[in-house]
């Protein structure tokens, strides 16, 4: 069995704490994660926790963004593709991450540090993000780029309540809210994108 107390460079053992704390942040609710108990997988002291996490919060926002970094990969758009296909692609993207991180998307955003300033600006950057590549893909200028940004922060906004409303147990499936999703997105820049045929 390999020695989990092996030296590790910085960055190494950071990543390390981070991978246990993802594990149990996806298996229990944040108030059930103890630092104790992620130091003691991880195999090291307490105190080294605390030397490169100083609290409960600012590891789960670490983790948090390590995942929304990853996301934000994953969900790059294809400018081969129909705009179409890659909000598609881009909703069954985050509709997968949702589902696989339940527990860390209900802490952030209903549960106990959905009012963290960390948590909610590694949010909103995220959302920035997906609406700046959204709007460099339209390729529009002007008063039509300043309408389409104000329809893509209300819609982004919307996709994520309608997310998080569906993990709490909303009694529609994950196709239901895809498609939910995107007819709302044609309803809102319907003047000035062409989304095609979903």
Known sequence: ???????????????????????????????????????L???????????????????????????????????????????????????????????????NILTANRGALSGDPAVQTIISDQLTTLRERMLENLGQQGHDRDVSSLALDGWLAFVRAVCVEWLEGADVSRDEVRALCFRTLAGVVVDHVDLGEN
């Open 41 to 103: 997988r991880a195999g090291v002291s307490r105190a080294l926790m605390y030397h490169y996490f100083p609290s409960k919060g600012a590891f789960f926002a670490a983790i948090f963004k390590r995942d929304s970094d990853r996301l934000l990969a994953a969900s790059a758009f294809d400018a081969g593709l129909p705009l179409a296909d890659q909000v598609l692609a881009g909703l069954d993207a985050h509709l997968d991450y949702f589902a696989a991180h339940k527990k």
């Open 1 to 39: 069995m390999e020695d989990v107390r092996r030296r590790l460079a910085p960055e190494e053992r950071r990543d390390q704490l981070l991978d246990v704390g993802a594990e149990l942040f996806v298996d229990l609710p944040y108030e059930q994660v103890l630092m104790e108990d992620v130091a």
